[in-house]
């Protein structure tokens, strides 16, 4: 059975700290993991990784793949108030995403 | 600005009651999705569809149904609604599999 498992599930920071979000996936026929930020709304798009090893930035927010361990982690640099949230881990086969539960961030001023 | 939308926002109705959840997209994916989510859980898949006149079961099991009559149009129906089926569905959708899911707002259902 494909299971995708995000850790921590949670976790409480101050603004400025770096955090480090963890996703293990086993997904059959994998092809790609996709991260995701969800507020109070829908889930919005942050990542797409298919190759391992290659980083993806985004101002604050980078992330990698690592598809012999089978892990990606998501990173947060100079964290702020605004990037409280839940983050989303998704494996991507054939038809559709495996998720996982989800860490949800606290930054606190 | 979303290109996918779902309505309503919230909903509370009584058990027994017959609800749609509407889902429309205006990108022209073919495939689209819904997940069901709970505080604390994974995303569950309920239904997904490739197509016009293309829908399949998920891999959570649910009392729900969706029909998809045209390629913008994503409806799900509950028959007739049970406390148990208090949840967040969300509904999306994506070009092909090389590509991320597009979500809507979602709709969180109570039922009392």
């Known amino acids: 059975e494909d299971k995708v498992v995000q850790s921590p599930l949670s976790l409480v920071v101050h603004e400025g700290d770096t955090v480090t979000l963890n996703c293990s996936y086993e997904?059959?026929?994998?092809?790609?993991l996709l991260w995701y930020k969800q507020e109070k709304k829908a889930p919005t798009f942050l990542f797409m990784l298919t190759s391992s090893g290659i980083e993806k930035k985004s101002g604050r927010l980078s992330s990698i793949l690592d598809k012999k361990e089978l892990f990606s982690i998501l990173n947060i640099t100079a964290t702020q108030t605004g990037d409280s949230a839940i983050y989303l881990c998704?494996?991507?086969?054939?038809?559709?995403?495996?998720f996982g539960k989800g860490t949800s961030l606290l930054v606190t001023p | 600005e979303a290109d996918i939308y779902q309505t309503p926002r919230y909903l509370v109705i009584g058990t027994g009651k017959k609800i749609t959840l509407e889902c429309s997209q205006t990108m022209g994916h073919d495939k689209m999705y819904w997940y069901q989510q709970d505080p604390g859980m994974e995303l569950h898949l309920i239904h997904y569809?490739?197509?016009?006149?293309?829908?399949e079961k998920g891999d959570l099991s649910s009392e729900s149904t969706v029909s998809r009559i045209r390629t913008e149009h994503f409806p799900l129906t509950l028959e007739s609604a049970r406390p148990s089926h208090t949840s967040q569905y969300l509904c999306?959708?994506?070009?092909?599999?090389?590509?991320?899911?597009?979500f809507g707002s979602g709709t969180r259902l109570t039922v009392v």
């Open positions: 997904v059959t026929n994998f092809r790609s």
């Open positions: 569809s490739y197509g016009v006149n293309s829908t």
């Open positions: 999306a959708s994506r070009e092909d599999e090389r590509t991320g899911y597009t």
């Open positions: 998704a494996g991507g086969a054939g038809y559709a995403l495996n």
